[in-house]
Structure formats: C-alpha cells, structure tokens
C-alpha cells in the first residue's frame, strides 16, 4: 500500500472531536484554471450607512483586490456589490465576500468584518425580531442580552472569542465556528426568557476546566451550574379552590331519571287526583313556611331589647358612697330658714 493510500485512509476514519482538526489552507497551486463562470453577490444597506461605506469603500476595494475580486458601491440603488474576475482562483472566496458586505450593511465596522475573509473565521446573523410577540418584551430581553454599559455583550466576546453587534432585530456574530454556536445558543436562550448570566457562568467553568487534562474524558455536567425556573404564573388564582377528585379507572354512576325517583317515592303508583292532592299539600306547607318567615321579619323591629339587670355589686358601692359637701349644703340650708 502506497503512503497516499495510507494517508487517505486516516483521513477517512471516525474522529472525537471535530473542532481539533485544522482547516487546510487552500492556495492558488490548487486551482491553476481558475473559475469558469463569473459569480456576483449583491447587499442593500440602510440609508445612515451611506456616509461611512462612501468613507471606507477604497479599503474594501483594496482588501478584496487581495484576492483578485471586484467590489461596486451603488449609492442610487442603495447595494454593494462583489464579483469574481478571471483571475479569481479560491472558489469559497466569493462568499466569504458576501458575507463580509452583509455584515457591513448591519453596522459592523469594516475593520472586524474583514476578518470573514480569513479560512477559520466566520460569521453568524441570528433574527430575533419573532421570537418575542409583545414590544416591551423584545426590548427587555434585548436589553439584557447588552447588559448594563455594555457589559454582558462585553464578557460574551470574551468567553467566545466573537465580536458581537446587537442592531435592531438582528444579532450579528463574527469570529471562530465554535464561538459562533456558542453565541448563537446565549442569545436564543436569553430571547426565550433565560438570564445570559447562566449561560456565561457555564461557559467560565468550562474553560477552567479545559486546562484539567485529568477531567478530559470525565462528564462536566456535575460541575455546571443547574439553575430552576422561577417563573410564577400572573394569572389570578380562585379564591374558592375545588379539591380535585381521584382518578378511578371506573366512570361515574349513572344519574337517576325522574321515574327512577318516583318509583323509590312510590309516587309512581298513584293515580292523577292523588299526585294532585300531594302537589297541593307540598305547596300549601312552603306557603305556610314563607308565611312565618315573612311574620318574623316584620315583627322584628317591635321586639324590646334584652336589658342588662343591675348588678348587686354596683348598688351596693352607690349606697355605700356618701357626697359629704351636698350634705353640709343642706344642712346650713335648713339652719337658715329655722332662723329665719
């Protein structure tokens, strides 16, 4: 067997872990020919981007001359536009290309997005505008995926190696494979009501430990985090709950029909001047019940008040207490007229 049979071979067998292998750099003696056809991306942009791409358009077309492509900026129409040219040779150059005008036309400075153009990096747009239906939602959680000065985007770049962009209903990532799933997996979450702080918490234990060579082919689950949701439901409870019933595996008794309680009366078995007779005295019996209660409630405002009887205590302190004053005034009273 000869060693490219070999190498073909370990080429072909099952790997562990993907993001190991390195991405073989593709060069000009690979495609000698050249493209057979001309291939063209077009992107439109806002309006308030006119004035920076009219600014850095000579070092997009410089950059992507590099590799023997042509950039248009068409500002009636509002796009730009990149080509291959005869010279072209990398295949995947164009839409490398594409993507780096996309990221230009949603804000992302041109200095990060040419770094799409480089083989191991590339880019992500996540659409966030209908993962949330209310307004006042979407802007929260939009919010809260920025964080305060900036600083939860700021430590999510960090942990992923990504350059982030939060613009309007679009998220835009740029940077390693890798940290673009990782990116894409925060800010789903954080849009479906899940605090990016968690994602972030996981993401610094995992790094610490990558550099456990012990715990390479251990499970890190127990290491991470399990966070509960807490989410309570706003919707007003009854006051009144009903208890609920057991389960029993056989169904309800069937109600009785009226014949059924006539028959276990025995008014079944009565003739018609009978049921009649018994219609009236069970009428005249509610009547006469209405009758009391209606006697009692007008005679109710009549009824005297029960009286508390006076307490022998109290008359016995009412005679033992003596106004000695009223009685000297009583006394110089009667001498008065006795001399008098």
């Not at 127990?222 to 989410?231: A, C, E, I, V």
Request: aromatic fraction near 6%.
């Amino acid at each position: 067997m000869s060693d490219s049979e070999e190498e073909i071979k370990q080429n072909t067998d099952p790997v562990d872990n993907a993001w190991s292998l390195k991405i073989p750099a593709f060069r000009q003696e690979d495609n000698p020919h050249g493209m057979v056809e001309e291939s063209s991306f077009a992107t439109l942009f806002p309006k308030y981007r006119e004035k920076y791409l009219r600014e850095v358009w000579p070092l997009v077309e410089q950059c992507v001359a590099e590799h023997q492509l042509k950039a248009e900026l068409d500002l009636v129409e509002g796009s730009m536009v990149v080509k291959t040219t005869r010279k072209t040779w990398d295949p995947y150059i164009i839409i490398k290309s594409r993507d780096m005008i996309k990221l230009m036309a949603r804000s992302v400075p041109f200095e990060q997005a040419k770094r799409v153009l480089q083989d191991d990096i590339g880019c992500d747009i996540i659409k966030i505008g209908n993962l949330v239906h209310k307004k006042e939602k979407f802007v929260k959680r939009r919010q809260r995926l920025i964080g305060p000065n900036g600083a939860t985007l700021k430590s999510i770049e960090l942990l992923t190696d990504c350059y982030v962009l939060v613009q309007g209903n679009t998220v835009s990532a740029l940077g390693p494979y890798k940290g673009l799933q990782q990116v894409r997996d925060i800010v789903l979450e954080t849009m479906n009501n899940v605090h990016p702080i968690y994602n972030i918490k996981a993401l610094m234990i995992k790094r610490e430990l990558m550099k456990d060579p012990k715990l390479a082919n251990e499970d890190w689950s127990r290491f991470l985090p399990k966070f509960k949701n807490k989410n309570i439901s706003k919707r007003k409870q009854p006051k009144a709950k009903k208890p609920k019933k057991e389960y029993t595996p056989f169904p309800p008794a069937q109600p009785e029909s009226k014949i059924d309680k006539q028959l276990a009366s025995g008014e079944y078995f009565l003739n018609q001047e009978q049921k009649q007779a018994k219609r009236n005295q069970e009428r005249s019996a509610k009547q006469a019940d209405a009758a009391k209660k209606q006697d009692e409630r007008r005679n109710k405002d009549f009824v005297p008040p029960t009286e508390e009887a006076p307490s022998r205590k109290r008359q016995a302190e009412d005679s033992s207490k003596v106004d000695v004053k009223a009685l000297k005034a009583k006394l110089v009273k009667a001498n008065k007229k006795s001399k008098s």
